[in-house]
């Protein structure tokens, strides 16, 4: 019974009610707090080192990770946008040539309108 009580006092032991019952409501130490924990563990000081060193080459590259993740956009966003200026410029590119194209019939409606007056007239 004592064992289990030295346990109970003990920090290094994980106690039953500091894991959340929600999994979503568990946060993860800083980074202070994780070297806190580690100079509490009874190892020797070069394995303490070793974590250490594994922890900080860990969260350089996670934040490395998550800064390369930022700046690339995918492939998919990439494409679309592409795609989506693409038809943009059809689209308006059509309008133009179509509108063009009715004036100009437009006009040769009226050269001819104003021949057949010339000829009515003489």
Do not use: W
């Not at 409501?25 to 594994?54: A, C, V």
């Not at 998919?76 to 410029?89: E, S, T």
Request: proline content about 5%.
């Amino acid at each position: 019974m004592d064992m289990q009580n030295d346990q109970l006092e003990d920090p290094n032991v994980l106690q039953p009610d500091a894991v959340p019952a929600n999994p979503a409501d568990f946060e993860l130490p800083s980074q202070e707090k994780l070297l806190e924990m580690i100079e509490m563990l009874n190892i020797t000081d070069e394995d303490k080192q070793e974590i250490r060193d594994g922890l900080l080459k860990n969260l350089i590259n996670r934040d490395q990770g998550i800064q390369r993740a930022g700046l690339q956009p995918s492939y998919g966003v990439v494409i679309f946008c592409i795609l989506a200026i693409i038809f943009i410029f059809v689209f308006f590119g059509y309008k133009l040539f179509r509108s063009q194209t009715e004036k100009e019939r437009k006009r040769e409606e009226k050269k001819k309108q104003k021949q057949q007056k010339k000829k009515h007239k003489s």
